[in-house]
């Protein structure tokens, strides 16, 4: 009796969740989603290649300098970098008191208290502290940028599909609103205060395009040319720092892992050959593979003056 009482329960929700099923199916070929601007007109990230890409990737330091001073001079005035400390420029390849000078001299100081007043202060960086954000507050962020915030940028490489080569194609795509877009969907017009950029999720950003003109940064003799596109692409590799400062040392340790479990997979598979062997000997083979088949066979073979 309660066997049938849940049978019968149970039939009825399959039912149900077909019925509903069949109904969302109908509506949707009834009334298709309505075509948006963001379906249309958005685009993939552009390719972009670097040399901390694949498995056996190793950081350009030069081009990561570069995209340090791209970050310094252009994005730290929006944006701030909280999970990277100066110290850790070490790895970029600056000397002690180059760090000890850059933390000395940024443009923003880090929050302090007077250590006579208890009141809240600021003092100037060192290589221990991590670069401070360039606002106050959330508040006071999305004050200065039309209400909208700019993210820190430690883990940007890592938190959007595309990663650097994202950066790279938002950097570089600002246009103007394609006509055949305004006359297809009037509405989605850019706002006020909004720019283009077909690579952004909803097309229109709040950021103002950051690398305008080229030589907007002095590189160092010896460095490429700053064109947009150059700074562009260094301050990207810069972020997949910032975002795996480390990925050097796990490009380097993952072989000898993975040689190592080859090895131990080929001592265990011996080892277990070693240990079933006289167990799996006791078992009689047959069939044609079976020795005593083969000779049979080969005996035959032989009698009927059949080689090979
Ligand atoms: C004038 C201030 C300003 C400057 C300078 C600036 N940004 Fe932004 N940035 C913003 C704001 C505001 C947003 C948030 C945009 C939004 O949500 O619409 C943003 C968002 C971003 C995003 C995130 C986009 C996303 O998918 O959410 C990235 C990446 C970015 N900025 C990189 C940079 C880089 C790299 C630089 C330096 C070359 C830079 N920004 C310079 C204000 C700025």
């Known amino acids: 009796m309660f066997r049938w009482i849940a049978g019968i329960v149970g039939f009825a929700f399959a039912a149900a969740v077909l019925v509903a099923f069949g109904s969302d199916l109908r509506t ?43 970050y310094k001079e252009v994005c730290s005035g929006c944006h701030s970098l909280t999970r990277v400390a100066f110290r850790d420029l070490h790895q970029l390849g600056y000397e002690e008191a180059e760090v000890k000078a ?50 820190d940028l430690s ?15 938002i950097l570089t795509g600002y246009q103007n609103q394609p006509a055949e877009l305004l006359e297809k969907f009037p509405a989605a017009k850019t706002a006020q205060g909004l720019h283009y ?28 040319k700053p064109t947009v596109d150059q700074m562009a692409r260094d301050v990207s590799a810069f972020l997949v720092w910032t975002a795996e400062p480390n990925l050097q040392g796990r490009h380097k340790s993952g072989w000898p892992v993975v040689i190592f479990l080859i090895i131990a997979t080929l001592l265990g598979f011996l080892s277990y050959r070693e240990i079933w062997a ?10 044609p593979s079976a020795p005593a088949s083969k000779a049979k066979r080969t005996r035959t073979s032989k009698k009927a003056g059949v080689t090979g």
């Open 28 to 70: 949707y070929f009834k009334a298709p989603p309505e075509a948006t601007a963001e379906h249309e007109f958005h685009r993939e990230h552009k390719e972009l290649k670097l040399a901390s890409d694949g498995p056996f990737g190793q950081f350009d330091k030069q081009q990561l300098q570069r995209g340090f001073q791209v």
């Open 155 to 169: 883990l940007m490489a890592k938190a959007r599909e595309g990663g650097a080569a994202y950066v790279y194609s």
């Open 197 to 224: 950029n077909p690579y952004f999720a909803n097309l229109n950003l709040a950021m103002p395009p950051p690398l305008t003109s080229e030589g907007q940064v002095t590189y160092a003799p010896g460095n490429p």
């Open 102 to 151: 850059i933390a000395n001299q940024w443009q923003v100081e880090v929050p302090s208290v007077n250590p006579d007043t208890g009141e809240p202060a600021t003092r100037k960086a060192v290589p221990a502290d991590h670069f401070p954000s360039p606002y106050a507050n959330e508040t006071a962020a999305r004050a200065a940028n039309n209400n909208a915030l700019p993210p």
């Open 278 to 287: 006289q167990a799996k000997r006791k078992v009689p083979s047959k069939g």
